[in-house]
């Protein structure tokens, strides 16, 4: 079982990023996906969410609006738009699968700053 993600790296404020996070090794379709991101000194907090289907998502109030959560059942894939990007989504960003079972990937990080 892997969750791959990529797309990190350093944008200024007001920037934009794509995150991905590439999955094997269980039925992806099946699974709720998420992204996690925790910052330097804080505790790992929920970003957002979407269902199996694609259908239902979630939202942190802190990306609400800039942030968009999509997923790609064909290719196993999750994405996290990230647009209006601020100093404080500076963390590393970590996917999430969960269904009987739960995993999680390494993490990449974003930094947001001038």
């Known amino acids: 079982v892997q969750l791959v993600e990529s797309g990190g790296g350093l944008v200024q404020p007001g920037g934009s990023l794509k995150l991905s996070c590439a999955a094997s090794?269980?039925?992806?379709?099946?699974?709720?996906m998420r992204w996690y991101r925790q910052a330097p000194g804080k505790e790992r907090e929920l970003v957002a969410a979407?269902?199996?289907?694609?259908?239902?998502?979630y939202y942190a109030n802190s990306v609400k609006g800039r942030f968009t959560i999509s997923r790609d059942n064909a290719n196993r894939t999750t994405y996290l738009q990230m647009d209006s990007l601020k100093p404080e989504d500076t963390a590393v960003y970590y996917c999430?699968?969960?269904?009987?079972?739960?995993?999680w990937g390494q993490g990449t990080q974003v930094t947001v700053s001038s």
């Open positions: 979407i269902g199996s289907l694609g259908r239902s998502t």
């Open positions: 090794g269980f039925t992806f379709s099946l699974y709720t």
């Open positions: 999430y699968a969960q269904r009987e079972a739960i995993y």
